[in-house]
């Protein structure tokens, strides 16, 4: 089953570190999606004490078949294309 990642905005992270699901994805999100305050505490964290645009990321995990949110993850580094 193919999935895709959506990253999360810097405000989307910050209303998850106030126990806020961003309003526009809550609807198609499951029970258990998003990840809980104190990890995107420390993800806003880690971001403002790396360079800029150094990471850490943070992606919701969207089901393609029929586009709900069915988990989260990161990477402590900016992703990019290729070597």
């Known amino acids: 089953m193919p999935f895709t990642l959506l990253p ?4 989307q992270l910050q ?5 806020q ?17 104190f990890v995107a505490v420390r993800a806003m964290k880690l971001a ?6 150094a990471g850490p990321t943070w992606f ?5 078949a ?3 949110l069915v988990g989260a993850c990161g990477c402590k580094a900016l992703l990019h294309a290729g070597p």
Do not use: H, W, Y
């Open 21 to 37: 699901a961003p309003a526009d994805l809550a609807a198609v999100a499951e029970d258990g999606a998003f990840p809980p305050p």
């Open 15 to 19: 209303g998850l570190a106030n126990s």
């Open 48 to 53: 403002a004490d790396g360079p800029a645009g």
């Open 66 to 68: 029929d586009g709900r």
């Open 8 to 11: 999360l905005t810097p405000p």
């Open 60 to 64: 919701l995990i969207r089901r393609a």
